[in-house]
Each structure stands twice: as structure tokens, then as C-alpha cells.
């Protein structure tokens, strides 16, 4: 664990006893190589005697092995003894408290990334960060953010927030800098260098000002490289791809895309800015999970109908996983083509009336909106197929095809194979993981040996810079298709549509 709490019976002194109380407390605790901190030393005194020389010592976890002395508590507080894993999102954070006696998640909640009042898209945030008054309004944010997160855990567990001893964070590299109060903007900046891509430990009094003990410990997961963070590879842990002698695929995608590609004997990554298009932003009216959203659409085939469960209150727009069924359907309807065009006179589409509406306008998919979705969606695939061409992997060898996230966990799998967000695997091989960074990190929260195995995975795994590769943006162009140029590779999306009568032999 990061932290540990240790009930301890402090010898009393005696006459010709002069052992100095801090060694004194030091001589009951198991361990040998404890670091003492100056602020727990200083109430240390007062502590034990008014303890009756019971107290409740906290030990940290921290950078090189062995423990610091964070408090000491009088009487028996062992029974109290709480962590947060943190998964800090560009555009969503998630938090779980635990019961670090126990191992078991307490309570578990989420809040939006305040930047995203700045800027919605990672990379605007990063250029902007360049100037110190940008740098500082985006890390002011963030805290906020976090700790209102922090606070929320604390009001619904009934515990005051200066009881959590220990966090870990997951992230994006970018995001970690943030959290962390470093220059992130050389990120988007050739060669893409970060400030640190294995942070290790801190404590919460070196300027973080987290609603968290003053001396709590503060793990953050290591990064591999600019865009490639500790969330992918707490999602590497969770998966457990990295044990397996089978060739699998991860993918994270949100408002960053991280996808890692192997097995036990080697791993090869890469990720880049996705942008909103698959969180909802891909449509005027898109939007995140929120009341007023359509989550699940369907369109048939033969008449084109629209047809969606409707939300309590009136319609504020569609998220992710309504905008990839309502594709998917249009695509088998006939009424886009696999370029994306819609077919016949229109070039827009209402989804719903203007009387459905909280906002009294019709909702309506313009043809600009799906050319921002087969955008991003030719990005997703050009970065799987660049990687899976660096190691000579076909699509159809692949044990798994993993995806972690909100993306995945609430994503219909035909429809994601259907424009080719998903490979044509047999559908047992296509696994949704859920939250895999807040998993992560309450995996390092809990163990050393997690962490041990984190730090080991960053020094692993090769990075691929699509920045940089040629073979990217030439696949790119072949990505931009329903559900790809080569249908080969979607045989049953082939047979579909000839089904459907919209290819032909």
C-alpha cells in the first residue's frame, strides 16, 4: 500500500532512559529505514503523552524503497485508514475512496474536467499552457477539479478528507504534468518532449494543495512518451495483455486515443489527440452522457425509420454511442454511402422534430458532422493499422481486441464493427473493460508490487510517434470509408450490404 497504519505501545522512559522519543516510537515499528518528517515530529511529543505512549503511527511509501513517517495519531485509529485512486480525464475525472485495511472501494464518483472550460481539445490546452498565465489557469482548474472530487468522496463516506493518507493518479501525460503543476506545452512541440515520464512519489505539502492530509503520498503512474500515459498503462496492467502469449489489442478512445499492441514478449504503442467526435462532438447537437441525452438509436434498414428510447424531459442531443448506432444505421439504410455521403438530394438528416426538443430546434446530423466522425475514425484505424503493420499482425490474428473506457462499455459492438471502429473479429474476441485507468490505479494505490510492475512496463513497451510516420497519414486516406476501402477485411459488413442490396458482387 502506499500507506500503512501501525497501533503501536511506545516503551515509557525510564531513569537512565534518555532515548530520544522519536527513536523511541522509530524502535516499535517493524521496519528499519523509516524517513522522519519534520511536521510529524513536531507534535510528536504532545502525541504520546497524550496518547499514554498508545498511538496510531502512519507510514509513506517513497521514491527508492522504504517509508516515511507521515503522523502519529494518539489511541488506536488503525480502523480509519483511507486512499483515493484517481483517473484524472481530459475531459471526465472518476475517483474511487478505499478502505486501505480492507482493500474495498467505499465509494465511487465523478465530476468534469474544469479545463474544458478553456478548451475542449488536449491540444489547444497544451499550446496555450506555453504562456505561464495560460500554464496557471489550466493547473488552478485541475485542482479545482480534483478537489472537488476529493471533497465529494469525503462528504458521501461521512469522513473529513484530511483523513486520506495516500492517493494514486492515472493519466495522460499531459494531464499528469498538469496535476503535477509542470510545463506541459512541449508535448505538442517537435520532438515532444515531456518534463517527466515517471514521476514516482510526492507528498501533498510539496505545492500540490490537495483536500488531502497535508502529508499524504501522492503516487502518479509513469508515461511512456508525449502522449502516452499512465492510463494506458494501467489499462496494459488491468488487461494483463502483457502475461499472455497471444498477440492482443488495447485501445483506449475518448478525447485521446491510446492503443498498445502484444503480448509477454513485446509491446509497441502509440496515441494521439482523437478529439470529441467519438465522446458526441462529432454533431452540433452531440454531447456527453448527461439527462436530456439519447444513448441508443435504431434505424431501419429497409425504411430508413428512426427509432430511439427517449430520455425523461425533452431531447438535448446525442452521445457517442447514439451517434455510432445512428451511423451504422444510415449506412445499411442506404442513406449514407461508405465515403460517408448521404445519397439521393439531402444533405442533412432530422433525427428529432423540433416539438422533441429542449431546445425547440430539430436535431439534425448535417453532412459536415459525419465528415467529422470518418475523420477521427480514419485517424483511429490509420494508428491500429500502423501499428499492427510495424509487427507484421493481420487483424484476424489477434487473441483479443480490447477496449477500455467509457468508449467501449457503453459502445453497440456491431455497430463499431459495422463503420469499422472495431476489427471483424468473432464477437467473443471483442471485450469492452470499462474504466481501466481508475482500475489502474487503485491496483498502485493497493500494492507495491503493481507499482513495481508499472514502472517495469514503462521501460518495456516502444512508442511509435505518428506525428512523425509517413505510413500513418497514408493509411489515414484508406481509414476514411465505411467501414474501411478494403471490405476484405469486413467480411460480414460485406455480406450485410450485399444482403441489403447496397454492393454488389
Excluded at 523511541?24 to 511536521?39: G, H, I, M, N, Y
Excluded at 482493500?103 to 465523478?110: A, F, L, N, P
Excluded at 509513469?222 to 499512465?230: A, D, E, I, R, T
Excluded at 502483457?242 to 491510446?258: F, M
Aim: net charge negative; glycine share 10%.
Amino acid at each position: 500500500m502506499l500507506t500503512r497504519k501501525f497501533s503501536l505501545e511506545v516503551p515509557r522512559p525510564r531513569p537512565g532512559d534518555n532515548l530520544a522519543d522519536t527513536e523511541r516510537c522509530l524502535a516499535a515499528l517493524p521496519f528499519k529505514d523509516v524517513e522522519t518528517t519534520l511536521s510529524a515530529l513536531r507534535h510528536l511529543p504532545e502525541t504520546l503523552r497524550r496518547g499514554n505512549w498508545r498511538v496510531t503511527v502512519t507510514l509513506g511509501a517513497r521514491t527508492g524503497g522504504g517509508w516515511r513517517l507521515l503522523a502519529v495519531e494518539p489511541g488506536d485509529t488503525t480502523a480509519s485508514h483511507w486512499g483515493v485512486a484517481l483517473d484524472g480525464g481530459t475531459t471526465t475525472l472518476a475517483a474511487s475512496l478505499v478502505d486501505l485495511k480492507t482493500g474495498e472501494v467505499k465509494v465511487t464518483s465523478s465530476g468534469l474536467n474544469r479545463q474544458i472550460e478553456v478548451a475542449e481539445d488536449l491540444l489547444t490546452r497544451l499550446q496555450l499552457s506555453g504562456e505561464p498565465e495560460g500554464r496557471e489557469r489550466l493547473i488552478r482548474l485541475f485542482r479545482e477539479s480534483v478537489n472537488w472530487l476529493l471533497q465529494e468522496l469525503a462528504f458521501q463516506a461521512a469522513i473529513s478528507s484530511q483523513e486520506i493518507t495516500a492517493l494514486a493518479f492515472s493519466g495522460n501525460t499531459a494531464m499528469t504534468h498538469f496535476f503535477l503543476g509542470l510545463d506541459p506545452s512541449r508535448l505538442c512541440q517537435e520532438p515532444y518532449l515531456p518534463v517527466v515520464n515517471r514521476p514516482g512519489y510526492h507528498r501533498n505539502n510539496e505545492g500540490l494543495h490537495l483536500a488531502l492530509h497535508p502529508e499524504a503520498v501522492i503516487y502518479c503512474l509513469p508515461s511512456v512518451g508525449s502522449y502516452l500515459g499512465g492510463d494506458a498503462l494501467a489499462g496494459i496492467l488491468v488487461s494483463g495483455i502483457h502475461r499472455q502469449e497471444a498477440v492482443s489489442l488495447l485501445v483506449d478512445i475518448g478525447t485521446n486515443a491510446e492503443i498498445v499492441l502484444g503480448n509477454r514478449e513485446w509491446l509497441i504503442a502509440a496515441a494521439g489527440a482523437a478529439g470529441p467526435a467519438l465522446e458526441g462532438g462529432v454533431m452540433a447537437a452531440g454531447m456527453r452522457a448527461a439527462p436530456g441525452v439519447i444513448e441508443r438509436i435504431r434505424v431501419d434498414p429497409i425504411t430508413g425509420a428512426i427509432d430511439y428510447h427517449p430520455p425523461k424531459g425533452k431531447v438535448k442531443g446525442l452521445c457517442g454511442s447514439a451517434v455510432v448506432d445512428l451511423l451504422a444505421g444510415l449506412l445499411l439504410a442506404g442513406i449514407i454511402d461508405r465515403a460517408g455521403r448521404f445519397t439521393g438530394e439531402r444533405d442533412y438528416l432530422e433525427i428529432v422534430p423540433a416539438s422533441a426538443t429542449a431546445t425547440g430546434e430539430p436535431l439534425i446530423l448535417s453532412q459536415q458532422d459525419v465528415k467529422n466522425f470518418i475523420r477521427t475514425k480514419g485517424a483511429v484505424t490509420a494508428a491500429v493499422e500502423t501499428l499492427m503493420g510495424a509487427v507484421g499482425i493481420r487483424p484476424q490474428e489477434l487473441e483479443y481486441f480490447l477496449v477500455a473506457g467509457a468508449f467501449g462499455e457503453h459502445m453497440d459492438v456491431e455497430a463499431a464493427v459495422t463503420l469499422g471502429l472495431y476489427p471483424d473479429l468473432p464477437r467473443e474476441r471483442l471485450l469492452a473493460l470499462g474504466n481501466t485507468s481508475l482500475a489502474g490505479a487503485r491496483l498502485a494505490l493497493l500494492a507495491q508490487e503493481a507499482r513495481q510492475e508499472l514502472e517495469d512496463l514503462s521501460q518495456r513497451i516502444t512508442y511509435v510517434e505518428l506525428n512523425a510516420s509517413k505510413e500513418f497519414m497514408d493509411r489515414f486516406t484508406g481509414g476514411q470509408f465505411f467501414p474501411h476501402t478494403d471490405l476484405s477485411l469486413y467480411p460480414t459488413v460485406r455480406q450485410r450490404l450485399l444482403t441489403l442490396g447496397l454492393l454488389k458482387e
